[in-house]
Every structure is written in C-alpha cells, then in structure tokens.
C-alpha cells in the first residue's frame, strides 16, 4: 500500500528496457514462504506478472505460482484470471485447463498458486532452432496433435461463455513431463484478457450486444484481422489466432519476421485467406475463410474444423501416442503417457455439442452493463462483480495500446 501506481508500459518498450522496468516488483527469493509453498525459482514473466516454481519438498508436491503487483494502474487481471480458471473446474478437474490450489491479496500483489505445466508452444517451437537465421517449425504430426487438443481447450472456454482474446504460442502449455494426466495434455494459459461473450439469464445463455468499436487488445501478431478493424470478438477470433499459431509453428506466417506493427496490420489485413493458407494442408486451407464469413455471434463449426485436423492426422498416419519432435533427440525425455484415452476423451460428441445453445443464433438481449461496464462478466450464474475490475487491466508490454484506458 501506498506505492506509486505503476505506469502502463509503454507499447514500444524494448526486451531490455522490461526487463528493468519489471525487475522491482513481485520479486521473490529463493525459501520465501506462501503458506505451506516455498519459492524455489522464477519460470518466467509477461508484462506485470511473474511465475515461479513452488514446492512443498517434503511432499514431493511442486506447482507454480503467478504474482502480479497491486499498483497496476487499473488493477491486476490476475483476479479475473482466478475467476475464470475456477469457474472452467467448477465441476471438477478440467481438460486442458490448469488448477488454482490457492489464491490471495496481499498488500503489494495477489497471487495464485496453480497447476506446474511444462514447456509452451513457443519453447517447443524453438527446440527446433538450429541457429542459422532459418525459422524452426514443428513436424506436422507434433503440431497437428497440439492443434486439436488447443482447439479442446478453447471449446471448453467457450462453452462457459468466455473468449480468450489473447491466443498466442506462448499461452498454450503441455504439462510436466512426469505427470502422466498431464504430460501429453495441451494446456490454455493466461486469463488475463478474457471476456464473458454468454451469460445466463432465466437458466438460458443470452449473447452480449457487441460494442460498436473495441479498442485494441491481444498480441498484435496473432490477433484475427477483426480486432485490427476494431470489431467486437467473438469465437471466429479465438480460433482464427489458433490458426495464426498452427501456421506459424508449421511454416510460418508471412508477417513472421516483421517486428513494425504497423506492418504487420497491413500485411495482414490485406493477404488473401488464400495466400495466408497456402501451405498448410489442404483440409485445412477452407477455414480461415469459413470463419471470415461469421459475425461475432456466431459459433464456428468447432466438428467441422476438428474432422478437417483429424483428416490430416489420417493421411499423414499419425497415432495420437506417437514421439512429439522434442522427444526424438538424442536424450530428450520422453513425457509419460496415459495407458489409455481417459473417459472424457469423446471428441465427436464434444465438438458436435452446443451446451451454451446459442449455435447459428444471432438474436442477443442487449447487456445493460454493455456500454456502461464493457468488463463485466456473467460467464456463469454466479454474479462475478469483482472480475469487472480486472479485465481492462491486462497488458503486456507489445500489446498494450493507450486507446485501452478507460
Ligand atoms: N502454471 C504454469 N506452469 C509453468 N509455467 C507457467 C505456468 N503459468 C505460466 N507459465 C509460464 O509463464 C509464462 C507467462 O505466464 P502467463 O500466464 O502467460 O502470464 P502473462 O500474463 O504474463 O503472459 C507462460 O508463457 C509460461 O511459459
Ligand atoms: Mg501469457
């Protein structure tokens, strides 16, 4: 308490000039205590926020715990981070979705204290890297199998009514490679920027009224070319940056290199869907420009997209236990695996279902909070007015943009 705000970082901060800046705040040493966790080691850190591995060593119990500071101006998006995260496992453990063991405010900084994942797509990416300039990519039956368990996890989040808005490679993680539930299970991270896009009124899911302009937010690379047009989100955006990622890790996309934002927006909002597809597999290349068809309220065909990932798994005789890329180099360590699909696994009957009930439906009862409190969320029945506060609070330093302020 009584720290000065901290500034928004300024959207064209360098590597460097983070590193200094974030360098002072959650900033724990090795042994400090978070009720029964100690730090052992920082895992990395986004824009505000910093994760580190904890344990519990005479358990043999380790998770990660991701603090971020109070003085962001506005607020920390870690509390809309836990809400959402406890309202995917509100009904027990979910696929594709870490766990919150514990959360809490302290004077400084709030923190939680989840589920320890591995490395994320973009770690992955990288293991390929052979230090000649080349852009690594992942072989197509690593990134095919990552792709459809990523499309398992934002299905998931949007089957509760809440959209991402912030799908990168470095948000989506496998677990440890130890934990045999876990190891070979893609997991949706960072909740930080998500929106409630449903909520339920009189036991029905309603659509929330799209705003007429939508100040940026996300990561300029993967964003879809809807929210450089600054349209509302809907789950045609999410799954459009899943695409942009999937590209990426298989050959790259053509704004890849580009680190001008201003180039990039133009490149990509004026490639054709053709152009930006060409050299991902042929069952795939429609989808890009199925989803441009869809507004905001729209549902994608999440069987459609997951029979057309599937298809390729099947002409490139893929089987869903073969070695990961990471794993067939000489002494690489080989994640555990379940002995069998485990009984949720049903993905026909999970990417055929509407739970929400909103499939093809444009009519939408107009939000009351829609422009007065762009934030709120009623994901669930559960009235959830402290998330209002986080979800304009969320940057990171390449994605914040000054129009975000409220
Ligand atoms: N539960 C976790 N286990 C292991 N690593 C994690 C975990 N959560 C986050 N990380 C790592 O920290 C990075 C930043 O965390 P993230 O939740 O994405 O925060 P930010 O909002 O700062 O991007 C992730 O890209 C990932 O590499
Ligand atoms: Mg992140």
Request: aromatic fraction near 10%; charged fraction near 30%; hydrophobic fraction near 35%.
């Amino acid at each position: 308490m009584g720290s000065p705000e901290l500034k928004r970082p300024d959207p064209n901060e360098n590597k460097k000039d983070k590193k200094k800046r974030i360098s002072g705040y959650a900033n724990f040493k090795e042994g400090k205590l978070f009720g029964d966790w100690t730090i052992k080691k920082k895992i990395d850190e986004g824009g505000f926020g910093k994760v580190y591995l904890v344990g519990q060593p005479s358990k043999n119990l380790y998770a990660a715990l991701k603090a971020e500071p109070n003085e962001v101006s506005g607020g920390s998006a870690i509390k809309l981070e836990i809400q959402v995260i406890r309202a995917l496992n509100r009904k027990g453990e979910t696929p594709h979705i870490p766990e919150v063991f514990h959360a809490a405010k302290h004077s400084r900084f709030c923190y939680m204290i989840m589920t320890l994942l591995g490395d994320n797509f973009k770690t992955l990416r990288k293991k390929n890297e052979k230090g000649d300039g080349v852009w690594a990519t992942l072989f197509v039956s690593s990134w095919i199998r990552l792709g459809i368990q990523s499309l398992y996890g934002l299905k998931i989040l949007h089957d509760h009514g809440y959209l991402h808005r912030d799908i990168k490679p470095s948000n989506f993680a496998l677990g440890q490679v130890t934990d045999p539930e876990r190891a070979v299970m893609v997991h949706l991270l960072d909740f930080g920027l998500a929106r409630s896009f449903a909520f339920k009124t009189n036991g029905k899911y309603v659509l929330r009224l799209a705003r007429s302009s939508v100040g940026f937010k996300g990561t300029f690379r993967y964003c879809s070319p809807n929210v450089h047009d600054k349209l509302e989100s809907g789950q045609r955006d999410d799954i459009w940056s899943l695409f942009f990622v999937l590209i990426e890790v298989h050959c790259g996309l053509p704004w890849q290199k580009e680190t001008d934002k201003a180039v990039i927006e133009k490149v990509k909002c004026n490639y054709k869907d053709e152009v930006v597809m060409q050299n991902m597999p042929r069952e795939l290349r429609p989808i890009i420009p199925e989803l441009r068809k869809l507004d905001c309220y729209q549902r994608p065909d999440y069987l459609g997209i997951y029979k057309a990932m599937q298809a390729v798994m099947t002409r490139y005789t893929v089987q869903p236990h073969d070695l990961y890329d990471w794993e067939k180099k000489e002494n690489a360590p080989k994640a555990l695996r379940p002995p069998k699909p485990p009984a949720w696994y049903a993905p026909d009957a999970f990417f055929g279902a509407d739970p929400l009930g909103t499939s093809g439906s444009r009519s939408r009862t107009p939000n009351s909070n829609a422009s007065s409190n762009a934030s709120s969320n009623h994901g669930s029945d559960e009235k959830t007015s402290t998330i209002a506060d986080a979800d304009v609070f969320k940057m990171t330093v390449t994605e914040y943009t000054q129009d975000e302020k409220k």
